[in-house]
């Protein structure tokens, strides 16, 4: 149970703390300017007013250095202005800590990160800042991105993006399965390979150019075309995530993928392209519908487009024969921002069950299906396993 912020103590990442013991500070990101009574500060986009007609909120904020524990700076704003109370001054920096513009000095990112990881992500957690209340730990998100094993199917023009991504994001292992080999109309999107590469694997070319991009990133990768849910089973058991970007055997491949994240109980994210238009979903076992839950809806809402999926099926249809590199940088930057908050709880999922799609006329984003869990889904149960 959590204790009110204004009581003294409040909950952070599962431990009590002592709000009078932690030193507020405005964050660099926020500019403050004060002026006729009130005080603004600016967000990304936003700004923020607090009505101020005595001054104390002037003062307040100015008072918000890290020098200062709350209790000492309750003590000197109860003294200038007799009026407040410690507790009301506590419930303003609960406010502006709710508003996201000050955070707690004493949270040491040397105690949860490494020098290495310090230095390369600091921008990461610059961002990570930008969410965090005096009750939450910017490294912390960082640590669980750095302690994430994510698995990925497919290195070609979305894995190959996706991989430079996830490694610069810093999580610790990642695993790929590929098979293919390169080739030259694979060059106008598929990033981790260059001209002197045609014809050589694409599994050990993407081992050697991760591991020169971050050498401390765990990334393996085995040479193998994916043949059944097996196969994806015992390739990712114990993974946190699980990312398809494969497209052959299409079909056939997201059923077998469907079929073992439910047996692993672990997450998919998905992206795709479509002539004009580029595509993404997340599924959690379970919580959302799966594939098969997917399919089902489709046929009993939409026979058409069911019925062209069916002869997709028949004809077997990658799409792979349409992709613009823009699409592509897009949509996996859509997922990599989906696979983020998933990993890190900060911010809300928005593919979640939904196929969401963007459209390149326009680039607006729409979604363009969505699924629940279906109840005489013959494989996932409906959420009942």
């Excluded at 897009?330 to 989906?338: A, H, N, S, Y």
Aim: proline share 3%; glycine share 8%.
């Amino acid at each position: 149970m959590k204790v009110c912020f204004a009581d003294f103590f409040f909950e952070s990442e599962g431990k009590f703390m002592d709000i009078n013991k932690v030193k507020p500070k405005m964050k660099k990101a926020y500019p403050v300017v004060f002026m006729k009574k009130k005080v603004y500060v600016g967000g990304f986009g936003e700004i923020t007013k607090y009505d101020d007609s005595d001054g104390a909120i002037s003062r307040l904020i100015k008072l918000l250095d890290g020098r200062l524990t709350v209790e000492e700076i309750a003590k000197q704003i109860s003294l200038d202005f007799p009026q407040y109370s410690k507790k009301d001054v506590r419930e303003a920096i609960d406010s502006i800590s709710k508003d996201g513009f000050i955070e707690d000095v004493n949270l040491i990112g040397s105690d949860i990160l490494t020098p290495y990881e310090l230095e390369r992500y600091h921008r990461n957690i610059n961002f990570f800042s930008s969410f965090s209340t005096l009750s939450d730990n910017k490294f912390l998100a960082q640590k669980k991105i750095c302690n994430a094993k994510i698995g990925i199917i497919g290195l070609g023009g979305l894995g190959s993006h996706i991989v430079y991504d996830l490694a610069g994001l810093g999580f610790g292992t990642i695993k790929a399965v590929e098979f293919d080999k390169v080739d030259i109309s694979n060059l106008n999107r598929q990033i981790l390979y260059n001209f002197e590469d045609i014809g050589k694997s694409k599994a050990k070319l993407a081992q050697k150019r991760i591991a020169a991009f971050n050498p401390e990133v765990n990334f393996e990768v085995t040479e193998k075309k994916i043949g059944s849910a097996r196969d994806i089973e015992e390739e990712f058991k114990g993974f946190d995530a699980l990312i398809l970007v494969a497209d052959r055997p299409k079909m056939l491949l997201a059923g077998w993928v469907n079929e073992a994240i439910l047996k692993l109980n672990v997450p998919l994210f998905c992206a795709g392209l479509e002539a004009q238009r580029a595509m993404h979903y997340t599924i959690i076992p379970h919580q959302t519908g799966c594939i098969e839950c997917w399919k089902n809806s489709v046929k009993d809402e939409n026979p058409v487009s069911y019925a062209i999926l069916e002869e997709r099926r028949r004809l077997d249809l990658t799409g792979d024969n349409t992709a613009l590199v823009p699409l592509v940088s897009t949509i996996t930057g859509f997922l990599c921002v989906e696979l983020v908050k998933y990993i890190t709880g900060i911010g809300e999922l928005t593919a979640l069950g939904k196929l969401k799609s963007i459209n390149f006329n326009t680039m607006e984003t729409s979604i363009a299906e969505t699924w629940g869990l279906d109840k005489n889904c013959k494989v996932c149960g409906g959420g009942h396993g």
